[in-house]
């Protein structure tokens, strides 16, 4: 599942790709699948790390081709990189974990050269609002979410660190309904039944990749979005 839009944030070849929190990679898989460009792929998370590396070890394998990707262990807070080393990066829920989401911008766009894009992407205010009213255990948790983003707050934020907003894009209002769901029945309760029938329907949908239920949802995106994508180009 795709936060990021790639024909919105387009990586040419030869292009310096970092997916900031990178979870198991699903930002960096597609990087790799469309272009010839060097990923690396960072998560504090040594679980995430290993689920990355091993689904990009086996598109290589499938591929016959050695990839020209790395997965390393860091902090959104302190990037392990000199100034202005990427074309190209992504954060992608994130921001709403770090203790200091100044500070995270900041290191995003000093690793970033100038004239190079981010996409930086965070739970909606509507949604974030909403669960953590019906569910403490939604956000009361070890490394859960410490901060509600408005999509004008996030902007000013962005833009106070020399960067360009040149698209804003709302996604997965499915995902919204799930999370209400799990919200509902208890987020710790992973045997409640609908939320378990609905995360089989998801499921469903990404494998199946159905035309008419990807409409259906790119129309709940205008009232219901999970997530809110920001595309800047640093000045």
Same mark, same amino acid.
């Given at each position: 599942? +795709?936060?990021?839009?790639?024909?919105?944030?387009?990586?040419?070849?030869?292009?310096?790709? +970092?997916?900031?929190?990178?979870? *198991?990679?699903?930002?960096?898989? *597609?990087?790799?699948?469309?272009?010839?460009?060097?990923? !690396?792929?960072?998560?504090?998370?040594?679980?995430?790390?290993?689920?990355? @590396?091993?689904?990009?070890?086996?598109?290589? $394998?499938?591929?016959?081709?050695?990839?020209?990707?790395?997965?390393?262990?860091?902090?959104? #807070?302190?990037?392990?990189?000199?100034? &202005?080393?990427?074309? @190209?990066?992504?954060?992608?829920?994130?921001? %709403?974990?770090?203790?200091?989401?100044?500070?995270?911008?900041? *290191?995003?766009?000093?690793? +970033?050269?100038?004239?190079?894009?981010?996409?930086?992407?965070?739970?909606? !205010? #509507?949604?974030?609002?909403?669960?953590?009213?019906?569910?403490?255990?939604?956000?009361?948790?070890?490394?859960?979410?410490?901060?509600?983003?408005?999509? $004008?707050?996030?902007?000013?934020?962005?833009?106070?660190?020399? #960067?360009?907003?040149?698209?804003?894009?709302? %996604?997965?209002?499915?995902?919204?309904?799930?999370? #209400?769901?799990?919200?509902?029945?208890?987020?710790?309760?992973? %045997?409640?039944?609908?939320? &378990?029938?609905?995360?089989?329907?998801? %499921?469903?949908?990404?494998?199946?990749?159905?035309?008419?239920?990807?409409?259906?949802?790119?129309?709940?995106?205008?009232?219901?979005?999970?997530?809110?994508?920001?595309?800047?180009?640093?000045?």
């Amino acid at each position: 599942m +795709l936060t990021v839009n790639f024909d919105l944030f387009k990586i040419n070849n030869g292009d310096k790709f +970092l997916d900031v929190g990178c979870g *198991e990679g699903r930002h960096s898989w *597609e990087a790799c699948r469309r272009n010839h460009c060097m990923v !690396c792929a960072l998560d504090l998370d040594d679980l995430n790390l290993r689920k990355a @590396k091993y689904v990009m070890d086996h598109m290589d $394998q499938q591929s016959g081709s050695n990839g020209n990707w790395n997965a390393l262990c860091g902090d959104a #807070l302190n990037l392990p990189f000199g100034d &202005a080393s990427f074309d @190209k990066i992504i954060c992608s829920e994130v921001l %709403e974990h770090v203790a200091d989401e100044d500070r995270g911008i900041g *290191e995003l766009v000093r690793v +970033l050269k100038p004239g190079g894009l981010l996409a930086v992407t965070v739970p909606t !205010c #509507l949604t974030e609002m909403l669960y953590w009213a019906l569910s403490d255990d939604y956000h009361n948790n070890p490394g859960g979410h410490i901060r509600i983003f408005t999509a $004008q707050g996030l902007v000013k934020a962005l833009r106070r660190h020399n #960067l360009a907003v040149y698209a804003i894009r709302y %996604e997965h209002a499915f995902h919204s309904i799930y999370w #209400l769901l799990r919200c509902i029945f208890r987020v710790r309760n992973d %045997e409640a039944t609908i939320p &378990a029938i609905y995360n089989r329907f998801l %499921e469903l949908q990404i494998v199946t990749k159905s035309r008419f239920v990807s409409w259906v949802e790119r129309i709940l995106n205008f009232f219901f979005p999970k997530s809110i994508a920001i595309y800047t180009r640093k000045i």
